[in-house]
């Protein structure tokens, strides 16, 4: 590949001797030259600008000057690329803040070119008619951008082109098997994050499950830091996910991080509940509640458990008791979006506290934290919202240390519930009786136990 650099300032490009383009350079993978726009100058000033038509601050870059040095750069003479006698593809890429964003798929295509020639302007920038005029000469032009920025001139926009491209041509230090694996693993998420000896460092370890040596772990461990780290810093990179390549684990991973792609992209918060809530609270849970219950169950039943516990009092009296119970609710992160859309509520002890004829020694002890509920609004089923409220419950229990177990009852005809509670580590232990308006209902009871990483 051959790659001329034409500026005002050709010292720039001093950095490409060093290191892997060097190395690329020696090793005849790639031709570089470095061309100074002055040479093509006619006045005894050598000028290159001049006042911008139209008024304006600044100065632009003359289209005569530029129009002499690029004949010349792209009648360069190629080495046969194919004996077929195909033309050359030569590529005319000029860096602009008003560009085209460059991205990794472009640094790949241009790995196909014969010849980038990259036009660096300085002041203000080249007169427009530069690429239109190569553009209609039929010469590939590509006008574009290093990012949301302002540089002073193109010439560190061209060494982040050469680079991204060079390091990218087959040989370059053997290609080595990290340019292969990002190819793979260019999913669209952010890398997850690395880590080296020494394995404890001012006070900070390696995460464990780096040094278990179970490489499916490790796999799994190293997808949820990137789907994290990509909701986090680059939820825009989200929209752009086959929403089919994310699995329910994945949905509340990114739920967790405050990110949900289903019904539609929307940022979520998951927050203790306050006290002045109750009401809010008692609406999303008497929406919610219905759905969990058994279809046999009457309407009555259902409508009569809903007025006597899903009330504001009953909310306002446990919101009240902050020390023995804990609500966490999810909001839509939109201003003025202020209905809830999920909740758990969690009693650690006192009045609504699990109740005793729960316990069965050696299973489900005594003091064991009580997940009362988890519900969210039918809309957002298979979000990943219920999951990450259901770990973060979990958690917020673990964090307060005072209970080992987190136990919860769901009906017995409920196996979609059963089985996200036992994906989530919780084990069917026994049952209980559950009376919902008069009317008695059978409950598996689950049991998961606080480990010592929770706490
Ligand atoms: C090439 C000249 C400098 C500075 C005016 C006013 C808002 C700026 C040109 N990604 C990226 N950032 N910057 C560049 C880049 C800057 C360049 C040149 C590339 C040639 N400059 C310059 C200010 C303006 N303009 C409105 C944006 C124009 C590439």
Redesign the pocket.
């Known amino acids: 590949m051959r790659i001329d650099l034409v500026s005002i300032f050709p010292d720039y490009f001093a950095a490409l001797d060093l290191s892997l383009m060097g190395k690329a350079r020696e090793a005849g993978l790639v031709d570089v030259a470095v061309h100074d726009l002055r040479k093509w100058t006619e006045d005894r000033h050598r000028t290159v600008d001049d006042t911008p038509y139209g008024g304006g601050a600044?100065m632009v870059?003359r289209p005569d000057v530029w129009g002499r040095a690029l004949d010349e750069v792209l009648d360069h003479p190629l080495p046969a690329a194919d004996e077929g006698g195909a033309p050359p593809r030569r590529v005319l890429a000029?860096?602009?803040?008003?560009?085209v964003p460059?991205t990794q798929r472009m640094a790949e295509d241009l790995t196909g070119a014969d010849q980038i020639v990259v036009a660096?302007?300085?002041?203000?920038?080249?007169d427009q008619r530069v690429t239109d005029h190569y553009r209609s000469r039929e010469y590939e032009v590509v006008e574009?951008?290093?990012?949301?920025?302002?540089?002073?001139?193109?010439?560190?926009?061209a060494l982040v082109l050469v680079e991204a491209v060079v390091r990218l041509l087959d040989g370059v230090v053997g290609n080595p098997a990290s340019v292969v694996e990002e190819s793979h693993s260019a999913e669209g998420l952010l890398e997850h994050p690395a880590y080296t000896k020494p394995r404890s460092w001012r006070g900070l370890e390696v995460p464990g499950v780096l040094l278990s040596g179970n490489h499916r772990r490790i796999q799994d461990w190293r997808r949820d830091r990137s789907l994290v780290r990509t909701a986090h810093r680059r939820p825009d990179m989200l929209d752009r996910l086959d929403p089919n390549g994310l699995d329910v684990h994945d949905r509340e991973i990114l739920a967790g991080a405050g990110q949900v792609v289903r019904p539609r992209r929307a940022r979520i918060r998951i927050r203790l509940a306050r006290p002045d809530e109750a009401a809010a609270v008692a609406t999303l849970a008497a929406r919610t509640f219905p759905a969990a219950c058994p279809p046999h169950l009457p309407r009555q039943a259902v409508e009569d458990f809903i007025s006597e516990n899903l009330t504001e009092e009953v909310f306002a009296q446990l919101l009240a008791e902050p020390r023995d119970n804990r609500i966490l609710l999810v909001h839509e992160d939109l201003p003025g979006a202020t209905e809830p859309i999920g909740y758990t509520f969690t009693a650690l002890g006192g009045a609504h506290a699990m109740p005793t004829e729960m316990v069965r020694p050696g299973k489900i002890e005594m003091g064991a934290a009580y997940l009362s509920k988890c519900y969210v609004d039918e809309d957002w089923r298979g979000s990943g919202i219920a999951g990450a409220l259901l770990e973060r419950a979990v958690a917020d229990v673990a964090t307060r240390g005072r209970n080992s177990q987190v136990v919860l009852g769901t009906n017995v005809g409920n196996g979609r519930a059963i089985r996200f509670y036992r994906r989530h580590g919780f084990k069917v232990v026994s049952r209980r009786k559950f009376i919902v308006g008069g009317v008695v209902n059978l409950d598996e009871v689950l049991v998961r136990n606080i480990t010592a990483t929770q706490r």
């Open positions: 600044g870059m000029v860096p602009t803040a008003a560009g460059l660096c302007g300085r002041y203000e920038g080249i574009y951008s290093i990012g949301d920025y302002v540089l002073n001139g193109g010439e560190v926009a």
